[in-house]
């Protein structure tokens, strides 16, 4: 994500940069060919054939000795024909070791491919001399050579992809039997079980083995628990051994966790130590035990503060996430939550009578010990009040451009965090300054707040921004067309609304891009996301196409052209081939379609997952719609082969040598068993075989296993600790599927789900508006709902249509809303603007619906030869099974 856009963008991409290494931009050595990958520029021997895999070196550096390392190794690998590959610029280096770039990747600066072991050794040798001395990050899953920025490791050169044990799609490597195997970045050193390691590697283990033996690092603790993970270090609970006593250990890598001024992890915990030691006393900030050195990280050794951050005392309590909550509920929520915003204001006030700056004031620093208390915990960006230097990090929805300096900071932040703690859609400021004002408005209306909380907190944000809030992100140019509607408006115009948000999205468009056509959630830039049904064009232009808009062939045209061209394509629906070959179909595109078909059939033999994004499920329910909407024998053949394998499958329960297939191990539509289940009834529907639904309710309970109750609803967990209601992966999305099931057979236990559904769309605080998890959601679902009952209940719908004013806004004078983080404006079918249009356009005008989730007479009706043939290859395949065939 570029900083100051309103869209999501690729931080690796090739764009203007003014900190390209000398190296970037010098020419090519004669006889060698050069690439770029993404961040990396690569450069080969135009005779070498590089390998699939083997003996790597990666040489980590800090940035200012960067440019002299580079030199160094090119000069070499160039005298030697070595093939190697470098980071093109600073502005990437930093990103790679950046506070929550991957560990994996932080410090691997240059890589060098020796093509076998004596030139490894000789490269070692000569490089280790060369560059001794010079600092870096040290890399995780590599082994170390001596005490310099060497690294080495046994794995791919080339680009291979293979699926691990959750069915996850993952970089490989090659076993002596041809199979590929996951690559793994393990935080140890590993060496794959069939690779011997040439001498130096060894004589390298055993020294280092020797040098930890001999390290006069003593470590007296025992770890409990990893709070929290990232590339700076980590936040562990543990017990001191010494004493027996509960800590916290905050540790620092040097030079990784780097800042936007370029600071390490350390320095900022050798930061925090001092401000830490300068409080010392005060009941609102941890005590500070001890800072020691371990395996060259730095740990601060603090006092473990008992309880919970509030960010999930937030989300335990929050009213408005309940179905129907009490006047009485949402009172006593208002008063523990002024309670809390007192407590922090003292607290606040107490630090910069001190002269301090917290600097890094949100729901995750605050922490609620038990008995109601509050305190602070995580001091590394606090700074001297009189100190005009803005801060290097800070928390999306609590900082502003124009309050980062001094006092300032910690006042917007508590500004924000008075409307977060009542309605968490702050964040929302920095796209649109008139939320601020919306959000306040909406707390009045809601919370028996006192009076004047809200005007006071507006009058602390303009305060703390030198005296007005900047206008946000959103550009202000041109009034708006329409108004998203506040309140029950019968007489709303939405083909107005629907028409400016179809403006809004060709607005945004960018079709001189070759990356995405139209900008989405940040997932776009991974796999085929530019191009696909979630987050790229594929799913953008069905939108248009189904709220009524004209297609531009261009952009067709343009999707067309992408995929041709990708590299690597993935096969699945929603991210891959197929989604795309369904969204040119129902474009009328339908040769287009079949080509990507037809690329499509190249690649299904290697999925090996069963959800609906990604796997089986998605690729064989596509295969059964067009095949019956083509009449085409061939991919109905190719439809019931898959379904049966899935069929297996789930009576097996779980990967079999017989049917290669990972069973989803989260729940929900897109990445759980719903989405077998709905293959599953769609094949009930077309061959009346009664064993397609016995295995469909399989699946369902697999789902409805995982699922937890709460407030006696059913919620679907994420794998993160929370529960979620939406489409994608939540309750509505699992309902769905349920009610196509229980048109054919009742289950009590299933009926549970639809009912918890019913009552969770009718939940008042949603956090995104987006039609996989958010809002629309809600909309979606109860437009489908509506189908069911004879006299629908139309409050409920407008009550959440409305509500979506809380995310309307406008570029360039037309609608459109923000993504899934509320971060940065979407127009992709997942999370953005295209979502909310196709949800709108169902529940008020019954325009199209997602794919295969309607009812069977709204989609292609099975037509009676695809019956015939799907039924009696059904029968046939199961009366080989039974004969042992």
């Not at 325009?847 to 009676?864: R, Y």
């Amino acid at each position: 994500m570029r900083k100051g856009t309103l869209f999501y963008d690729d931080p690796f991409s090739a764009q203007e940069e003014d900190d390209l290494f000398p190296a970037t931009l010098r020419s090519t050595p004669y006889g060698w060919k050069r690439a770029s990958n993404g961040p990396w520029i690569v450069l080969t021997p135009k005779e070498e054939v590089l390998a699939e895999q083997g003996w790597k070196i990666h040489v980590s550096t800090a940035e200012p000795q960067a440019i002299a390392a580079l030199d160094i190794v090119w000069s070499y690998c160039e005298k030697e024909s070595i093939p190697f590959k470098f980071l093109r610029s600073a502005r990437v280096s930093r990103l790679i070791n950046s506070k929550y770039a991957a560990r994996s990747s932080s410090g691997k600066f240059i890589t060098i491919y020796p093509k076998d072991v004596s030139v490894l050794e000789r490269a070692l040798e000569t490089l280790g001399e060369e560059l001794q001395g010079i600092p870096g990050p040290y890399i995780l899953n590599d082994l170390r050579w001596g005490n310099g920025p060497l690294y080495i490791r046994y794995g791919a050169f080339t680009e291979l992809y293979c699926y691990d044990g959750d069915g996850a799609r993952v970089p490989a490597m090659r076993r002596p039997d041809g199979a590929l195997v996951p690559d793994r970045r393990d935080l140890l050193f590993t060496t794959p079980s069939w690779v011997n390691p040439p001498d130096i590697v060894l004589q390298e283990l055993s020294e280092t083995e020797l040098r930890e033996a001999n390290s006069e690092d003593d470590f007296p603790f025992q770890i409990e628990d990893a709070l929290h993970i990232s590339n700076a270090g980590g936040l562990y609970l543990a017990t001191d051994e010494r004493n027996g006593r509960r800590v916290l250990l905050r540790e620092a890598r040097p030079y990784a966790g780097l800042d936007a001024r370029g600071q390490d992890a350390v320095t900022r915990l050798l930061h925090e130590r001092d401000t830490l030691q300068r409080i010392a006393g005060v009941n609102w900030a941890p005590e500070l035990y001890e800072h020691r050195l371990g395996w060259e990280h730095h740990f601060l050794v603090e006092e473990y503060i008992e309880g919970q951050n509030l960010d999930w005392e937030i989300t335990r309590r929050y009213p408005l996430a309940r179905v129907g909550p009490s006047d009485t509920y949402i009172e006593e929520y208002t008063t523990w939550a002024l309670d809390v915003i007192a407590q922090v204001t003292a607290i606040i006030e107490h630090l910069h009578l001190l002269g301090i700056v917290f600097a890094d004031l949100h729901p995750g620093n605050i922490m609620v010990r038990p008995d109601g208390t509050i305190a602070l915990v995580d001091f590394e960006l606090s700074f001297s009040a009189d100190d005009e230097s803005p801060p290097p990090l800070g928390a999306a929805g609590f900082i502003s451009p124009a309050a980062r300096k001094g006092v300032a900071v910690d006042l917007y932040a508590l500004a924000c965090l008075r409307l977060h703690i009542f309605l968490p859609l702050q964040v929302l400021i920095s796209l649109d300054n008139t939320k601020a004002e919306y959000i306040s408005r909406s707390i009045d209306s809601i919370f028996p707040t006192p009076a004047g909380y809200t005007s006071e907190t507006l009058a602390l944000l303009e305060r703390a921004s030198g005296g007005s809030l900047t206008l946000g992100g959103a550009e202000p140019s041109g009034l708006p067309t329409v108004c998203w509607p506040e309140r029950d408006h019968p007489e709303t115009n939405w083909r107005e609304l629907l028409d400016s948000l179809a403006r809004g999205i060709l607005a945004a468009a960018t079709p001189e891009r070759r990356d995405r056509l139209f900008p989405g959630d940040a997932a776009q830039f991974k796999g085929m996301g530019g191009l696909d049904l979630s987050h790229g064009a594929a799913g953008t232009l069905f939108a248009l196409s189904a709220i009524g808009q004209e297609v531009d062939p261009r952009h067709v045209q343009w999707l067309v052209d992408r995929v041709a061209e990708f590299r690597s394509p993935l096969c699945g629906f929603y991210d891959g081939l197929h989604g795309i070959a369904w969204s040119l179909h129902a474009l009328g595109y339908q040769d287009h379609a079949r080509a990507v078909l037809e690329r499509a059939s190249e690649l299904e033999d290697n999925v090996a997952t069963a959800d609906l994004s990604s796997g089986l499920s998605g690729i064989a329910l596509n295969l059964l719609f067009l095949g019956n909407a083509y009449e085409d024998p061939q991919l109905l053949a190719r439809a019931e082969q898959i379904s049966l394998r899935l069929r297996d499958a789930f009576k097996l329960g779980g990967k079999d040598s017989q049917t290669g297939i990972f069973l989803p191990k989260m729940p929900g539509l897109t990445s759980g068993a719903a989405g077998a289940a709905l293959l599953f009834v769609r094949m009930f529907e077309a061959t009346a075989d009664p064993e397609w639904l016995d295995v469909a309710g399989v699946a369902l309970r697999q789902d409805l296993d995982m699922a937890k109750e709460e407030d006696g609803l059913l919620q679907l967990p994420d794998g993160n600790g929370r529960l979620l209601p939406y489409l994608g992966q939540g309750t509505l999305g699992l309902a769905l599927v349920v009610r196509q099931y229980l048109k054919y057979r009742e289950d009590s236990d299933l009926r549970r789900i639809l009912d918890s559904a019913d009552k969770i769309s009718t939940i008042d605080f949603v956090y995104a508006p987006g039609l996989f998890e958010g809002r629309s959601s809600m909309i979606y679902y109860l437009g489908v709902r509506a189908h069911d009952n004879p006299a629908p209940d139309a409050s409920t719908v407008r009550m959440q249509l409305d509500k979506l004013a809380r995310h309307a806004m406008y570029h360039r004078g037309e609608l459109i809303f923000p993504g899934r983080r509320l971060l940065r404006l979407s127009t992709d079918l997942a999370t953005g603007s295209a979502g909310v249009a196709l949800s709108v356009n169902f529940a008020v005008n019954l325009g199209p619906q997602l794919p295969f989730l309607g009812d069977c007479d709204d989609e292609h009706p099975i037509k009676a030869p695809a019956i015939a043939a799907l039924s009696r290859r059904s029968v046939e395949a199961d009366s080989q099974s039974r004969t042992g065939i």
